[in-house]
């Protein structure tokens, strides 16, 4: 009896170390080098792409490269779903995900500007992570029994692991032959990308299997 209790918690921190680890692999990436260019001044890490790739002419599209943080809160606030308000943990995790998506927020100066059409899909998105902060923690006052909000949490969580990590991949790949053009030479793929991927399909490989254990 004791053994079968022993390997049930092992079986459920699995998953929460997953899940920390792809967090921490997304953050970090986002933080790493994108587009590793010929010289240090033309290196850009993933919060300074999207906005530097508006010099080349690319539209709303690359705030697909904004998705990182905005997918990391949404994911954190998801992953909360159910703890008790009465904990500090469930403040100070829900807190982290708004924290983290407003990275994602563009200058005043660029909202104030002629294009800030371009910068309101990405507003919306951030306020979202706040909206949905508000909404888990009014549901955490109640007490749900059913098994089907669980696992609607974790199936939204696995796709947006999902997304998050094939969008911003693919629209890099997709600049990258522009960017190679201004610099002048072949640009490759900066470790930011890969710990993005990685990270973000950790996260939904953990959602799943949380996603089993429902």
């Not at 092992?10 to 899940?19: F, H, N, Q, R």
């Not at 991949?169 to 930011?192: C, D, F, H, K, Q």
Request: hydrophobic share 55%; charged share 10%.
């Amino acid at each position: 009896m004791v053994e079968s209790v022993e390997q049930k918690n092992t079986a459920v921190s699995w998953p929460t170390v997953g899940l920390i680890g792809g967090i921490t692999a997304v953050f970090l990436g986002y933080l790493s080098v994108w587009i590793p260019g010929p010289a240090a001044g033309l290196q850009f890490i993933g919060v300074e792409v999207g906005e530097w790739l508006k010099f080349l002419g690319v539209g709303r599209v690359r705030n697909i490269f904004y998705f990182p943080p905005i997918t990391l809160g949404v994911i954190i606030v998801l992953y909360s779903f159910g703890w008790s308000n009465r904990r500090l943990q469930s403040w100070v995790w829900r807190a982290l995900g708004c924290g983290i998506a407003l990275i994602s927020f563009p200058a005043l100066e660029d909202i104030r500007g002629a294009s800030q059409g371009d910068y309101f899909p990405r507003i919306w998105l951030i306020l979202s992570v706040w909206v949905l902060f508000l909404i888990i923690t009014g549901i955490s006052f109640r007490q749900i029994d059913s098994k089907w909000p669980q696992t609607v949490v974790y199936l939204v969580i696995a796709i947006l692991g999902i997304v998050g990590a094939f969008y911003p991949t693919w629209l890099y790949n997709a600049v990258r032959p522009a960017v190679a053009l201004v610099m002048g030479e072949s640009i490759g793929i900066g470790l930011g990308v890969y710990l993005n991927a990685l990270g973000h399909f950790l996260i939904s490989v953990t959602a799943l299997t949380k996603l089993r254990q429902v």
